[in-house]
Nanobody, 117 residues
Framework: QAILVESGGGLVQPGGSLRLSCSASRIFFSIYAMAWYRQAPGKQRELVAAITSGGGTNYADSLKDRFTISRDNAKNTVYLQMNSLKPEETAVYYC???????????WGQGTQVNGSS
């Protein structure tokens, strides 16, 4: 069973930046696609950004100019750089690891991001 641990959340002023990290263990990290999702209060969980095992990236349309996902396979870690944050982006941000060929999917516990207004 994989373990994903997110960190880097917190309180941020409008227009500020945060970098989230997700450290993975008990999986062969480099072969997994990794992603960040978020869930705001009262809303469904939504995809923020994803990165394939080969480094290809995909973003929610409204976020691609401000958010950057990256991975460091040597450190078994995926990152999410978030710039120009908005108060309405207050949410719990979750790390996800997926390998479709084996139907493997894992979630972290989430890290809270609070955008003050």
């Amino acid at each position: 069973q994989a373990i994903l641990v997110e960190s880097g959340g917190g309180l941020v002023q409008p227009g500020g930046s945060l970098r989230l990290s997700c450290s993975a263990s008990r999986i062969f990290f480099s072969i997994y696609a990794m992603a960040w999702y978020r869930q705001a209060p009262g809303k469904q969980r939504e995809l923020v950004a994803a990165i394939t095992s080969g480094g290809g990236t995909n973003y929610a349309d409204s976020l691609k100019d401000r958010f950057t996902i990256s991975r460091d396979n040597a450190k078994n870690t995926v990152y999410l750089q978030m710039n120009s944050l908005k108060p309405e982006e207050t949410a719990v941000y979750y790390c996800n690891a997926e390998r479709r060929i084996t139907h493997s999917k894992y979630w972290g516990q989430g890290t809270q991001v609070n955008g003050s207004s």
